[in-house]
């Protein structure tokens, strides 16, 4: 294990200690269980995911990785598994790097083990040399970034020109309120999630204040493209959008509903008949309907 943080140091921040001691009442889970618990994906699943980003990269797994954001370290092992020679499993929770990847890892991995090491650390420092990454891989773990361009930019300086960037994470269309973001992040998380998940039922605990973010699709790609990434992708997968709901959608002549109807038709016309208008990598067809409300994009750092 390599550690870029002292864990001491990390510890301080809450959403960190959180989450750390609610892994260290969780070890007694079998690793498919904490994959289960801490992903919300089983293995199956997971090697699901990685078979579509394959898809959608050219089966582009290759050379030294990095998982930015690892947790349990699950889809760093099924990287392995497809391809690449190694991979970084950096993670900010001491208590997954510590404990949980390497019993995953050698849970799914067996002798080849040691092809993914745990790395306690931020994606916002990472303490590799610049131009020395073939292959980065994000999954639910950008939107904790507190400042996305950072975050990109550091990311884009570690790779290699042509290396490649796949991230699955949330995005929110450019229409919703910032009234709405600040409602979805002052939640606070029931006690049965907090007991399932092993925090301190006691506790008050925001969304916010668990280092969660909602990023919408305009400040996603802003700071993309300011770090000068190509975008090969970026698909967003929404949920079907039937006729019925179009039609009472396009009736409506409420007018903070129109961009709503502008985007049901868009998506209808994509998921149906294959026809993209003007916004043609944020649509799908619904192949891959299990990843409804995830946006998936393959980025490239130019040669």
């Given at each position: 294990?390599?550690?870029?943080?002292?864990?001491?140091?990390?510890?301080?921040?809450?959403?960190?200690?959180?989450?750390?001691?609610?892994?260290?009442?969780?070890?007694?889970?079998?690793?498919?269980?904490?994959?289960?618990?801490?992903?919300?994906?089983?293995?199956?699943?997971?090697?699901?995911?990685?078979?579509?980003?394959?898809?959608?990269?050219?089966?582009?797994?290759?050379?030294?990785?990095?998982?930015?954001?690892?947790?349990?370290?699950?889809?760093?092992?099924?990287?392995?598994?497809?391809?690449?020679?190694?991979?970084?499993?950096?993670?900010?929770?001491?208590?997954?790097?510590?404990?949980?990847?390497?019993?995953?890892?050698?849970?799914?991995?067996?002798?080849?083990?040691?092809?993914?090491?745990?790395?306690?650390?931020?994606?916002?420092?990472?303490?590799?040399?610049?131009?020395?990454?073939?292959?980065?891989?994000?999954?639910?773990?950008?939107?904790?970034?507190?400042?996305?361009?950072?975050?990109?930019?550091?990311?884009?300086?570690?790779?290699?020109?042509?290396?490649?960037?796949?991230?699955?994470?949330?995005?929110?269309?450019?229409v919703i309120t910032d009234e709405a973001i600040d409602k979805l992040l002052e939640k606070t998380y029931t006690k049965d999630f907090l007991t399932a998940h092993g925090y301190d039922e006691n506790i008050i605990l925001t969304r916010r204040e668990n280092g969660e973010h909602e990023y919408r699709k305009s400040e996603w790609l802003d700071s993309i493209y300011s770090a000068g990434f190509d975008v090969k992708v970026f698909r967003t997968f929404y949920p079907k959008v039937n006729l019925k709901q179009l039609y009472w959608y396009l009736l409506s002549k409420i007018k903070s509903s129109g961009e709503r109807g502008r985007s049901l038709m868009k998506i209808y016309l994509a998921q149906n008949f294959g026809i993209y208008l003007s916004d043609p990598y944020t649509l799908t067809s619904m192949k891959e309907s299990i990843f409804i409300g995830k946006t998936i994009a393959v980025l490239e750092k130019p040669k």
């Amino acid at each position: 294990m390599l550690e870029w943080i002292e864990s001491e140091k990390l510890l301080h921040l809450n959403e960190v200690k959180h989450r750390n001691d609610a892994i260290i009442n969780s070890l007694r889970l079998s690793p498919g269980e904490m994959i289960k618990k801490w992903t919300y994906l089983d293995y199956n699943k997971a090697k699901e995911l990685i078979a579509l980003l394959k898809h959608y990269s050219n089966g582009y797994f290759e050379g030294t990785g990095i998982e930015l954001g690892a947790g349990t370290g699950i889809f760093s092992t099924i990287l392995v598994e497809n391809g690449l020679k190694n991979i970084y499993a950096l993670e900010i929770v001491p208590a997954f790097t510590e404990y949980v990847i390497p019993v995953v890892t050698k849970h799914y991995l067996k002798e080849n083990s040691n092809t993914v090491i745990p790395v306690l650390g931020s994606f916002d420092d990472i303490h590799l040399p610049n131009d020395s990454i073939d292959f980065a891989f994000e999954y639910d773990a950008f939107h904790h970034s507190n400042d996305l361009s950072i975050t990109f930019n550091e990311i884009y300086k570690k790779l290699r020109p042509g290396g490649i960037l796949i991230m699955v994470d949330r995005c929110h269309l450019d229409v919703i309120t910032d009234e709405a973001i600040d409602k979805l992040l002052e939640k606070t998380y029931t006690k049965d999630f907090l007991t399932a998940h092993g925090y301190d039922e006691n506790i008050i605990l925001t969304r916010r204040e668990n280092g969660e973010h909602e990023y919408r699709k305009s400040e996603w790609l802003d700071s993309i493209y300011s770090a000068g990434f190509d975008v090969k992708v970026f698909r967003t997968f929404y949920p079907k959008v039937n006729l019925k709901q179009l039609y009472w959608y396009l009736l409506s002549k409420i007018k903070s509903s129109g961009e709503r109807g502008r985007s049901l038709m868009k998506i209808y016309l994509a998921q149906n008949f294959g026809i993209y208008l003007s916004d043609p990598y944020t649509l799908t067809s619904m192949k891959e309907s299990i990843f409804i409300g995830k946006t998936i994009a393959v980025l490239e750092k130019p040669k």
